[in-house]
């Protein structure tokens, strides 16, 4: 059941993203759903499809929302931050073999790179086969994320340490509210003085990010990323790129879990927030205070 105070600010962030025609309610028709968040991508350079990796409703409206852009003629390339850049050779090979599609998931090593079932993701490879879509990894490679994470920035050559290096103006309250999520996110176990470096290594993998798809730009007329709804968050992934080339018209769809995720307030104009069913899950602290 949908609380009233969780649907009255769902109700108000859609209103002010300018699609209330989005009801709150769950039982909206998803595909005519799908349909209007279409309609708001067509000028749109970055459309965003922010999931919760593991909710299933989350890929669903997705495929539905890139099925709607496809069917009205849109051919983006496809953006996944589950892909690091360094696995763009075998993700073109995997799209140009005529396998079952689902061998896909295997030549990625999807599960074994950490990621959940790979078939919640497949009809979006589907789709980008069937359009002729190009697929572009995006993200930092996990060795440089692990060596920011433990050794911090100014572990890197100066070079690479300035290609990764946040882009945004210093904002003390922003990059504390930055960490707060981390050691959140990390049950409140992160070991003393590892949250700025944390913060450091986020920031570089959505600079990564940022620039991957403005490259992927130059070659497409529009970028749909599938991406972590945390990265959507204030200074992340959409300041970045604002931050790299301004102007750059975006679009961040948040798919939110009802009663779970739903946002304090309501988002800018640029920000289309579709609530969804949430999902049971065990205690995801529990591998860190066991460990």
Not at 66 to 73: F, S, Y
Not at 83 to 90: S, V
Not at 110 to 131: I, K, T
Not at 149 to 154: I, Q, S, T, V
């Amino acid at each position: 059941m949908i609380r009233a105070s969780a649907a009255r600010r769902i109700a108000a962030a859609l209103a002010m993203a300018g699609c209330a025609a989005a009801s709150p309610s769950l039982d909206d028709d998803p595909a005519a759903v799908a349909r209007r968040i279409a309609a708001r991508t067509r000028d749109v350079q970055i459309v965003y499809l922010g999931e919760s990796h593991d909710n299933p409703y989350h890929h669903m409206d997705q495929a539905r929302v890139l099925e709607a852009m496809l069917t009205e003629g849109a051919r983006p390339a496809l953006a996944f931050e589950m892909l690091a850049q360094d696995q763009q050779p075998a993700v073109d090979e995997a799209m140009r073999d005529g396998a079952d599609p689902a061998a896909v998931g295997k030549r990625l090593a999807w599960v074994d790179r950490g990621w959940p079932d790979f078939e919640m993701y497949r009809p979006l490879f589907d789709q980008a086969r069937r359009y002729g879509l190009p697929v572009v990894a995006i993200d930092l490679d996990q060795r440089t994320v692990r060596r920011i994470a433990k050794e911090g920035l100014g572990s890197l050559p100066a070079d690479e340490r300035s290609r990764l290096v946040s882009r945004l103006a210093p904002e003390a309250d922003r990059e504390r509210g930055i960490a707060r999520d981390i050691e959140t996110a990390h049950c409140g176990l992160l070991p003393a003085g590892a949250a700025p470096r944390m913060v450091d290594a986020w920031h570089a993998r959505n600079v990564t990010m940022a620039r991957r798809i403005l490259q992927a730009l130059e070659q497409a007329p529009q970028v749909v990323v599938i991406v972590g709804r945390g990265h959507q968050a204030p200074g992340g992934l959409a300041d970045q790129v604002e931050a790299l080339r301004p102007g750059t018209s975006q679009l961040v769809v948040d798919f939110v879990e009802v009663g779970t995720e739903e946002p304090d307030q309501a988002p800018p104009g640029n920000h289309i927030v579709r609530p969804t069913p949430s999902v049971e899950r065990p205690d995801p602290c529990a591998p860190l205070r066991n460990r």
